[in-house]
C-alpha cells in the first residue's frame, strides 16, 4: 500500500487525485515496462529517473507522470499493480541538469545562501534533542546516574510540545533517508507477536555504522494487520531516547504524528505529517513488509 497507513483515508484519495488532474505527461515518447514482484510505483519511478541524487519530490513528480500516462487516476488502482502487468514509462533519456546549473539559472544569490546553510535531517534533530536536553539534564556534573534519571522523569511534562514536534518531525525526515537508502547500517529483523489480529511485526535499527558493535542512532517497530498491510509505526528520532523502555512517537492511521507518554500506555497528538514525507515512508515500510512477512 502506497499512500495510507491501515485503511485508505479520504485526505490521502484527494491529494492524489489532485495532483493526478494536475500533472502532464508526453504521450507519445514512452518504453513498456513489466511489473515485477515487491515493485510499486514509488520504487519504479526511482528506479526509471537513475538518478542517485533524485530528491523525493523528484521520485514523486515522476510516479504521477507514471500513474498520468497509464491512467492510474486513484489511490485504488495505484494499490492494484499486479506481477506481469506492462505499463508505459515516460523517456527520461535527454540529459538532466545537475544540480549546480539549475542552481546557478534559477537561485537568486540570497536564495543561494539559504540553500547552502540548510540543515540536514540529521542536524535537525541535533538541534531539536538539544533544546529538550536544556529541560531535562540538570546542569554541572555532581549528579549521579539514578539522580540524573529522577531529574529527566520529573521534567518531561515541561518540554514545550513544539520541541518534541520538532525532534518528532527531523526523525520522520531522517527515517525516509535510512530507508530510501539502505546500507548494511540498517538492521532489519522480524519481531515476535502471537495476537490474533496481525500478521506479523519487523522491527528496524540504524547503527552508527556496519560494525557489529556500533552504537544505535535510532529504531523502529511496524505491525502489519492480519492482511500484511501496515497498522502501527513506532519509533525514536536521532540524537536523543526520551522514553526509557517504550518508544517516544508513533505515526497513526491518518498520518499524523504523536508523543508517546506514561511508558507507552498513552499518547497525544503533535502534529501531521507532509503528504510527501507520509507517502515516501509508508511505501518504503510496506516494501520491507512484503519482503519479510509472509
Not at 519530490?57 to 497509464?70: R, S, T, V
Not at 539559504?114 to 542536524?123: I, T, V
Not at 539502505?182 to 547503527?207: C, E, F, Q, R, Y
Request: a positive charge; one cysteine or more; proline letters at 3%.
Amino acid at each position: 500500500m502506497l499512500f495510507t497507513v491501515g485503511e485508505p483515508n479520504n485526505t490521502s484519495s484527494n491529494y492524489y487525485e489532485n495532483r493526478y488532474m494536475q500533472t502532464s505527461v508526453n504521450s507519445t515518447l514512452k518504453k513498456e515496462y513489466l511489473v515485477k514482484k515487491g515493485d510499486s510505483l514509488w520504487e519504479i519511478s526511482k528506479r526509471h529517473l537513475n538518478d542517485k541524487e533524485a530528491t523525493n519530490a523528484e521520485i514523486q513528480d515522476m510516479m504521477y507522470k507514471i500513474a498520468k500516462l497509464n491512467k492510474i487516476n486513484s489511490v485504488d488502482a495505484a494499490n492494484s499493480l499486479k506481477v506481469d502487468d506492462i505499463i508505459y514509462l515516460p523517456d527520461v533519456e535527454s540529459p538532466r541538469l545537475s544540480r549546480c546549473e539549475v542552481k546557478n539559472w534559477f537561485l537568486a544569490p540570497k536564495l543561494k545562501h539559504k540553500a547552502e546553510q540548510r540543515l540536514s535531517p540529521q542536524k535537525l534533530a541535533k538541534v531539536a534533542a538539544d533544546k529538550i536536553n536544556k529541560y531535562i539534564v540538570p546542569e554541572g556534573s555532581d549528579f549521579s546516574r539514578s539522580q540524573r534519571q529522577i531529574y529527566k522523569l520529573n521534567n518531561l511534562d515541561n518540554v514545550p510540545k513544539e520541541l518534541y514536534k520538532e525532534h518528532a518531525v527531523a526523525g520522520i525526515k531522517c527515517w525516509n533517508e535510512y530507508l530510501s537508502n539502505p546500507d548494511n547500517s540498517l538492521k532489519i529483523t522480524k519481531g515476535n507477536l502471537s495476537l490474533s489480529n496481525v500478521k506479523g511485526a519487523i522491527h528496524i535499527v540504524k547503527k552508527s555504522s556496519d560494525k557489529y558493535d556500533a552504537t544505535t542512532v535510532a529504531s523502529m517497530y511496524v505491525v502489519a494487520d492480519k492482511n500484511g498491510k501496515i497498522r502501527e509505526i513506532t519509533f525514536n528520532s536521532p540524537e536523543l531516547r526520551i522514553n526509557n523502555i517504550a518508544f517516544d512517537y508513533q505515526v497513526n492511521r491518518d498520518g499524523s504524528l504523536s508523543k508517546i507518554t506514561n511508558g507507552g500506555v498513552s499518547s497525544y497528538s503533535l502534529a501531521s505529517l507532509s503528504n510527501e514525507d507520509y507517502e515516501v515512508l509508508v511505501s518504503n515500510l510496506q516494501k520491507l513488509l512484503d519482503e519479510r512477512i509472509d
